[in-house]
Antibody
Framework: QVQLQESGPGLVKPSQTLSLTCTVSGGSISSGGYYWSWIRQHPGKGLEWIGYIYYSGSTYYNPSLKSRVTISVDTSKNQFSLKLSSVTAADTAVYYC????????????WGQGTLVTVSS | QSALTQPASVSGSPGQSITISCTGTSSDVGGYNYVSWYQQHPGKAPKLMIY???NRPSGVSNRFSGSKSGNTASLTISGLQAEDEADYYCSSYTSSSTLLYVFGTGTKVTVL
């Protein structure tokens, strides 16, 4: 069964870039058939889709975050990554990575999530 | 793009059935059969419970069922159990703007 695990700094200073990595086990990103997605959840709030990437490098982003988001993939490490630039306190959230089947619009597997706090 | 509308809370006694609604528009819930439901316990990641309106992933109890009528999707939990107490979120594909996915506002289920 596929497993996803987020990693990265838990504290980021305002105006800096948030960087997270999702490591996938139990399946190969490069085998295709899935989009690899990032989702966040502000403390005590609902879920917000950030974007996704295909193994080929094709990306699709939430328009509200598009100007600050970059998602990349490293198939040799079976990882994909999120960079969010110019962060503010409003970017404080739990960040999840998830897998989406190519033929559907469902987040079928999720990582455990990692809390990122933006503070000086 | 606004979030899908869910009731803030729903409660029921053990053994009862409850239904959570998820209201959108013809650009999301009403226009496509891509509604999914997620269960989230405190401090945990969301878990997929229902996809494509009414399909259950392997391993999910058949006490959970989904349906849709017009612009409103519903999640029904029958035979309510203490372990069902959690937050529940719906999600849908959306053709409105270029967002692709929209989530619901979330519903806290309390087992009395």
């Amino acid at each position: 069964q596929v497993q996803l695990q987020e990693s990265g700094p838990g504290l980021v200073k305002p105006s800096q870039t948030l960087s997270l990595t999702c490591t996938v086990s139990g399946g190969s990103i490069s085998s295709g058939g899935y989009y690899w997605s990032w989702i966040r959840q502000h403390p005590g709030k609902g879920l917000e889709w950030i974007g996704y990437i295909y193994y080929s490098g094709s990306t699709y982003y939430n328009p509200s975050l598009k100007s600050r988001v970059t998602i990349s993939v490293d198939t040799s490490k079976n990882q994909f990554s999120l960079k969010l630039s110019s962060v503010t306190a409003a970017d404080t959230a739990v960040y999840y990575c998830a897998r989406v089947p190519f033929y559907d619009y469902v987040f079928s597997y999720w990582g455990q999530g990692t809390l990122v706090t933006v503070s000086s | 793009q606004s979030a899908l509308t869910q009731p803030a809370s729903v409660s029921g006694s053990p053994g009862q059935s409850i239904t959570i609604s998820c209201t959108g528009t013809s650009s999301d819930v009403g226009g496509y059969n891509y509604v999914s439901w997620y269960q989230q316990h405190p401090g945990k990641a969301p878990k997929l419970m229902i996809y494509d309106v009414s399909n259950r992933p392997s391993g999910v109890s058949n006490r959970f069922s989904g349906s849709k009528s017009g612009n409103t999707a519903s999640l029904t939990i029958s035979g309510l159990q203490a372990e069902d107490e959690a937050d529940y979120y719906c999600s849908s594909y959306t053709s409105s703007s270029t967002l692709l996915y929209v989530f619901g506002t979330g519903t806290k289920v309390t087992v009395l």
